[in-house]
């Protein structure tokens, strides 16, 4: 089985080849604008990245992992899915890659949802949920 690690929102990450570490930088956990229209995005580059390993029975699976990021009023202003495959490999890191974030809703608080798909369900559980705040303050 699959189990879900963790997931940080971040401006850009980068991966050591020699070592195959993982660096994430500038983690983003809050947005300050200085204006903002409906329809506004806020241009990134902006980087999710989870960490997707198998579980304690280390079993090899593959399935789809999505993401959705929700305005304040809960509205799905984005979406974009991966396949997890750790047939091969114990761990796997997914790094959905984002030029900008719609933010229609106005100030408040935004989320990523991590998902994972339930074949034999047939629905979406959501393993995470990553919090980002916009703030909108005119400047002085």
């Known amino acids: 089985m699959i189990e879900h690690d963790w997931s940080v929102l971040c401006a850009r990450?980068?991966?050591?080849?020699?070592t195959?570490?993982?660096s994430l930088f500038d983690v983003v956990e809050q947005i300050l604008m200085y204006s903002w229209r409906s329809g506004d995005a806020f241009v990134g580059?902006?980087?999710l990245v989870s960490l997707w390993s198998r579980g304690s029975e280390n079993l090899p699976d593959r399935r789809q992992a999505r993401i959705s990021f929700r305005g304040p009023s809960g509205s799905l202003l984005l979406q974009e899915q991966q396949e997890i495959d750790l047939?091969?490999?114990r761990r796997m890191r997914a790094r959905y890659r984002l030029a900008?974030?719609?933010i229609r809703d106005g100030p408040g608080i935004y989320y990523f949802a991590v998902e994972l798909e339930d074949v034999r369900?047939?629905?979406w559980d959501?393993?995470?949920k990553i919090p980002l705040?916009?703030?909108v303050r005119p400047q002085a």
């Open 126 to 128: 959501e393993v995470a």
């Open 133 to 135: 705040e916009i703030i």
């Open 121 to 123: 369900r047939e629905r």
């Open 87 to 89: 047939r091969e490999f």
């Open 100 to 102: 900008a974030l719609p």
């Open 20 to 22: 195959n570490t993982i």
């Open 13 to 18: 990450s980068s991966v050591d080849r020699a």
């Open 45 to 47: 580059p902006f980087e």
